[in-house]
């Protein structure tokens, strides 16, 4: 599976962006999908991470209530919305995909989009 990662960009505080990741090949649907980032000087830190159906759903707790993870299997394409964004949540951000009912230890990894809100 690759997996390309996009939608990054300069935002305000306070505003949105989406961000997309497509995969390729045919076992898409059978994967969970998740997004990790990583702030400049920072470990790499867990985001979201979405079923193979859309069932279940996993967020860390300093994006909850702000973001939403979904997910399109007819287009291989997974999605993070973004909203209320703050400038904590400057970062690259990376798309994963995991063989397990949720992304854990992920066994493909994007490429990263940067992500900068400005305050």
């Known amino acids: 599976v690759q997996l390309q990662a996009s939608g990054g960009g300069l935002v305000q505080a306070g505003g949105s962006l989406r961000l997309s990741c497509a995969a390729s090949g045919r076992t898409f649907s059978t994967y969970a999908m998740g997004w990790f980032r990583q702030a400049p000087g920072k470990e790499r830190e867990f985001v979201a991470s979405?079923?193979?159906?859309?069932?279940?759903?996993l967020y860390a707790d300093s994006v909850k209530g702000r973001f939403t993870i979904s997910r399109d299997n007819a287009k291989n394409t997974v999605y993070l919305q973004m909203n209320s964004l703050k400038p904590e949540d400057t970062a690259v951000y990376y798309c994963?995909?995991?063989?397990?009912?949720?992304?854990?230890?992920?066994?493909?990894w994007g490429q990263g989009t940067l992500v900068t809100v400005s305050s």
């Open positions: 979405i079923s193979w159906s859309g069932g279940s759903i």
């Open positions: 994963a995909a995991d063989r397990g009912i949720l992304v854990s230890d992920p066994d493909y």
